[in-house]
């Protein structure tokens, strides 16, 4: 079942009931080539404090709370989007579909926090730089689209990310976190109709 929402959400929902599981996954249509030269690495910045906290779920009660439900989460950034995701016992759906929600309005991003995670996403970019094939990837890339916004390193160029104010992250979010830019999918022990 797939349907478009009033306030512009694109929902799908594909009913397995295999196992008493189900997954939710928001993907919003924005990633690296949303990002300006001088400014890359904001799309991925905003994913990591996106696991960070929210109003209703403070701390890392983003995370914490799918593990505390046997759950599993994660998610990613690339050219085209940014997506979030969990997969826990059917009987939490609600909380997942909580967690989501606030995420796309209510994120908390603390600029005190900024710091520590500009940290955590400069240690994985040079994390790919000790993998030769992600070197050779972001160079081809960058020479094939020389003015395209596909050129840039999704991560992010390291002078980019040591540069990221806080004012530019909140920006990013509030610009490109809504429902209209966001597809919702939902699989599992579900029913559609509900």
């Known amino acids: 079942v797939v349907e478009r929402l009033d306030n512009g959400l694109t929902v799908m929902v594909l009913e397995d009931s295999t196992l008493p599981l189900v997954s939710t996954q928001v993907l919003y249509k924005v990633g690296g080539r949303t990002e300006n030269p001088g400014e890359t690495g904001l799309a991925h910045f905003v994913e990591h404090m996106a696991f960070r906290a929210t109003e209703n779920f403070p701390d890392t009660d983003v995370v914490s709370r799918i593990y505390a439900v046997g759950g599993e989460w994660h998610g990613y950034t690339w050219i085209d989007q940014t997506t979030y ?32 995670e500009r940290k955590a996403v400069l240690t994985e970019l040079h994390g790919y730089e000790n993998d030769p094939a992600s070197v050779l990837h972001d160079a081809v890339v960058a020479a094939s689209f020389a003015t395209h916004p596909y050129r840039n390193n999704v ?29 919702l999918a939902v699989a599992g022990d579900v029913r559609a109709e509900e």
């Open 85 to 116: 995701f969990e997969t826990v016992p059917r009987e939490h759906l609600d909380l997942a579909l909580a967690i989501q929600a606030d995420r796309m309005a209510r994120l908390v991003i603390p600029a005190g926090e900024m710091e520590a």
């Open 155 to 183: 991560i992010g160029w390291a002078t980019d990310v040591a540069q990221i104010s806080h004012a530019e992250v909140v920006d990013f979010y509030r610009r490109h976190y809504r429902p209209a830019n966001a597809v």
